[in-house]
T-cell receptor
């Protein structure tokens, strides 16, 4: 089945450590996105990539880094510079042309807790 | 960044009732999307709207793209307990490449 996978589902990190969240899609989508969700908040865009080897900062990129070496994969690293990293992280993908490129499809999310 | 306005933050209804939600903005959008998120899961796309005035249904769900292009509405008819969740609206503005703007969501509770 086509879809987006994120791993792990739950992640615990000690303060001062970097951690990488995985996102893989087999939808053949060109564009991929990372969002952060906090309780009672909407989705805030961290980074996005519309093509392999290219990515742009979203609204809250500070303390995060990404890479896009393959079309299927868009890992997110939460660095120790991120002041408040405990949150639910969502990865999404979409096409980049035609009406349907507006439609982003989400993975199941990773809940990161900093101890 | 700009957010879409959704209110109230929570809604409580009785099973079998209809419920309507709206999403508003001060800017014009050329695409409106409605998502549902269940606890601990990612949002699932319910309905996508592409033309002003468009009315689209998906089972008991009906959504409309407002004529002014600054709002959208979602209606759920004959609610059932599994309708509980957070309903997000999202929109794309002209020239915003593929980025979406999201509302903060409305948490829907359905009493049996």
């Amino acid at each position: 089945d086509g879809g987006i996978t994120q791993s792990p589902k739950y992640l615990f990190r000690k303060e001062g450590q970097n951690v990488t969240l995985s996102c893989e899609q087999n939808l053949n989508h060109d564009a991929m996105y990372w969002y952060r969700q906090d309780p009672g908040q909407g989705l805030r865009l961290i980074y996005y990539s519309q093509i392999v080897n290219d990515f742009q900062k979203g609204d809250i990129a500070e303390g995060y880094s990404v890479s896009r070496e393959k079309k299927e994969s868009f890992p997110l690293t939460v660095t120790s510079a991120q002041k408040n990293p405990t949150a639910f992280y969502l990865c999404a993908s979409s096409g980049t042309s035609g009406e349907i490129y507006n439609e982003q499809f989400f993975g199941p999310g990773t809940r990161l807790t900093v101890l | 960044g700009q957010q879409l306005n959704q209110s109230p933050q929570s809604m409580f209804i009785q099973e079998g009732e209809d419920v309507s939600m709206n999403c508003t903005s001060s800017s014009i959008f050329n695409t409106w999307l409605w998502y549902k998120q269940e606890p601990g899961e990612g949002p699932v796309l319910l309905i996508a709207l592409y033309k002003a005035g468009e009315l689209t249904s998906n089972g008991r769900l009906t959504a409309q793209f407002g004529i002014t292009r600054k709002d959208s509405f979602l209606n759920i008819s004959a609610s059932i307990p599994s309708d509980v969740g957070i309903y997000f609206c999202a929109g794309r503005r002209t020239g915003a490449n593929s980025k979406l703007t999201f509302g903060k969501g409305i948490t829907l509770s359905v009493r049996p």
